[in-house]
């Protein structure tokens, strides 16, 4: 390439053009070099008119620092970006300044809508003076002389809920049910709020946990008693009471006298595992949340006296026939182990798992029975509670040989769910018979499957895939479809063909046996036999008690649609809150389609943090 500097200096020549001069001055005479020379200045002068010959431009470089490049390149990438900015940014820029309506949520499933309706069930089973936005248009107070001859209790035992279709208020599965319904709360706590629950389901847990603290002195430390329920029933009676008469709960005039017990190990447990699973349930009320779990010491320290040991239905004859306790050291584990949720004292945990606990609940006996979770056997609950904390914050000694073999008791508990097991008989159209066929048997089903749902949930919160049956492996997947299936035929997936649940589906019982549900709302006080009429009518309900799970079917799947068939037409408070969790457990409001998972903070959150304590000595613990 020709220099710059065309008046002189050196040239660059183009390859081959230059010849070694000694061969030159070798091949050519001077003459001849001569008019060479003159020749070529000619030629020379000639392509001073015409031009330089053509030649290779030099590359230009831009040091980097790092890299050298060539100028064309780091131009050429430049220009790259900015066309890519242009072509690519802008148009993003532009979309994401335009304003774009928000997608709604996703289309609520089976389970959701069943569950709106399963919570409505509670408003009409309140009791007392009922607030004004109860939306149970055919209920009014009621029960306000409830107490009366409580003398003890200040304002009487106004409000809590009536237990199934007759007017009783039956403490032992009352409290059951809100320990059940606050667990399904701290759980699943973000479902409930997409499914725009979360403050209806609160308020009913604190309708009855206020009742609750009225049934002992709770602002007291030390008790001597404790309310069981509020009204009776004779069986067979020929005298005005809860079950003679069929009053709406409006019109009741009959004695509903007030029962209290002087020792309860059993219900004092479960009144105090409902009160700190409420406390939990209220941590954002800092003043409530203090006033339920002080409640709970009161009467978890009741329930524990030695000299109160006896189960508070024995030799109760208006309590024994109904909701008759067949042992409280299951109350004893499920109660001390929320007692440590609630508070993080170790000394609940330290009872929890002392070893002679189990052996005395006999929870490692691999008796059937203790494996079905319900109102009257808490071993299966407890056991997973405390199979949670292993799982979830593992606090190791001196703990983890008694939470190792709750977590062994959880597994096989699960494992006696599936039908391939035989542990259990199902009526062909798929419903488990956990309670061998006797009446209500769906209370049964809903509340074991809540807690083979929340395993499952568990399980896939710390990464676990399933467990072994034996030599089967069983997965998550496994575990969560059997509570699917057991959920899927109380909504009509069964040989009927219909829903159980009132109000949900096309097809559903019509004459549920409830007073209330049965009689008319239309101003007319019917006397204690003069709602017989409506008890014996072949017309349906005329008020409909929706989102009332009823007692189910016989174990050949059949059902009958009457009001006399109690044991499959009524409803209770401890069926519908087992169905509440398993529902909500099941859906995917608040988790996105086909996921279902528990949410790890609420469940750290519930727990304060522990440092493991050295066991007390055994003489501290009172068998």
């Known amino acids: 390439m020709y220099s710059a500097n065309h008046w002189g200096g050196s040239f660059e020549i183009a390859d081959g053009a230059a010849e070694d001069d000694h061969s030159r001055n070798m091949d050519l005479d001077r003459g001849a070099l001569s008019a060479r020379q ?37 131009w050429w990438a430049l220009w790259c970006v900015v066309a890519a900015f242009v072509l690519i940014g802008l148009p993003i820029i532009i979309a994401k300044s335009i304003p774009h309506k928000k997608p709604g949520p996703p289309p609520p499933d089976q389970y959701t809508d069943a569950l709106h309706k399963a919570l409505l069930f509670f408003n009409a089973q309140k ?13 009014g107070n009621s029960g306000l002389s409830d107490g009366s001859d409580a003398k003890d209790v200040k304002g009487g035992l106004v409000g809590g809920y009536y237990d199934a279709g007759d007017n009783i208020k039956f403490h032992f599965p009352m409290a059951f049910s809100m320990t059940l319904l606050s667990w ?10 997409a499914m725009g629950e979360y403050d209806h389901v609160r308020e009913l847990i604190k309708w009855g946990t206020d009742y609750l603290l009225l049934t002992f002195n709770s602002s007291a430390s030390t008790i001597d008693k404790l309310y069981a329920q509020v009204g ?17 709960p409006e019109d009741m005039a009959y004695p509903r006298p007030s029962l209290s017990v002087s020792s309860a190990p059993d219900l004092g447990g479960e009144v105090a595992a409902a009160l700190a699973a409420a406390s939990i349930v209220f941590r954002d009320n800092a003043t409530y949340s203090k006033k339920l779990s002080q409640g709970a010491a009161t009467v978890y320290k009741f ?4 000299g109160r040991r006896t189960p508070y239905s024995l030799r109760q004859p208006d309590i024994e026939y109904y909701y008759n306790s067949t042992s409280y050291w299951d109350e004893y584990m499920w109660s001390a182990a929320w007692m440590y949720y609630a508070t993080g004292n170790n000394s609940y945990l330290t009872f929890a798992t002392d070893p002679r606990l189990p052996k005395n609940a006999k929870a ?31 606090p190791g000694y001196p703990y983890e040989e008694s939470l190792a073999g709750y977590h062994n008791a959880t597994s096989l508990n699960m494992c006696m769910y599936f039908p391939r097991f035989a542990a259990f008989n ?61 959920i899927n035929y109380i909504l009509g997936d069964n040989p009927k063909k219909m829903s159980y649940v009132v109000g949900f589906g096309s097809k559903y019982p019509r004459h549920v046996h409830h007073r209330g549900a049965s009689t008319p709302h239309n101003g007319v006080k019917y006397s204690c036999t003069g709602g017989y009429k409506w008890r014996d009518s072949k017309k349906a309900d005329p008020n409909l008690l929706g989102g009332a799970m009823v007692g189910g079917p016989d174990k050949n799947d059949g059902f009958k649609d009457s009001r006399n068939t109690f044991g499959q037409n009524e409803p209770t408070l401890v069926g519908n809150a087992g169905l509440v969790a398993a529902l909500v457990a099941l859906t995917s409001s608040g988790r996105g389609v086909g996921v279902t998972a528990v949410d790890k903070n609420t469940m750290f959150s519930a727990v304060p943090p522990m440092f493991p304590a050295a066991p007390p000595p055994p003489s501290s613990w009172k068998p």
């Not at 399904?184 to 709020?193: H, L, P």
């Not at 005005?240 to 069929?246: F, G, Q, S």
Request: include cysteine; charge should be positive.
């Open 38 to 74: 003159h020749h070529e200045l000619d030629e020379t002068q000639q392509s001073w008119l015409l031009g330089p010959p053509e030649a290779k431009k030099k590359d230009k470089y831009v040091d980097l620092g790092c890299i050298v490049v060539k100028r064309k390149m780091l």
């Open 127 to 139: 009791s007392g003076h009922l607030p004004k936005n109860n939306g149970i248009k055919w209920r």
């Open 184 to 193: 399904s709360v701290i759980e699943y706590s973000a479902k409930y709020k």
């Open 232 to 248: 009776t029933a004779k069986i067979n009676g020929s005298r005005p009471d809860d079950h003679y008469c069929w009053n709406r």
């Open 303 to 306: 329930a524990r006296q030695s």
């Open 364 to 394: 490692f006996f691999n008796i059937l029975d203790f494996s079905v979770f319900s109102w009257d056997n808490k071993l299966p609950g407890a056991q997973l509670l405390l199979s949670r904390l292993r799982m979830f914050l593992n």
């Open 426 to 486: 199902f009526t062909k159209g798929g419903m488990a018979l956990f309670n061998h066929g006797r009446g209500q048997p769906l209370q049964y089903v809903v509340a074991n499957s809540f807690i083979a749902a929340l395993y499952a949930d568990y399980m896939e919160a710390v990464n676990v895939p399933g467990w072994y049956c034996g030599p089967n492996f069983m997965t998550t997947n496994d575990l969560r479809e059997f509570a699917r299936s057991q």
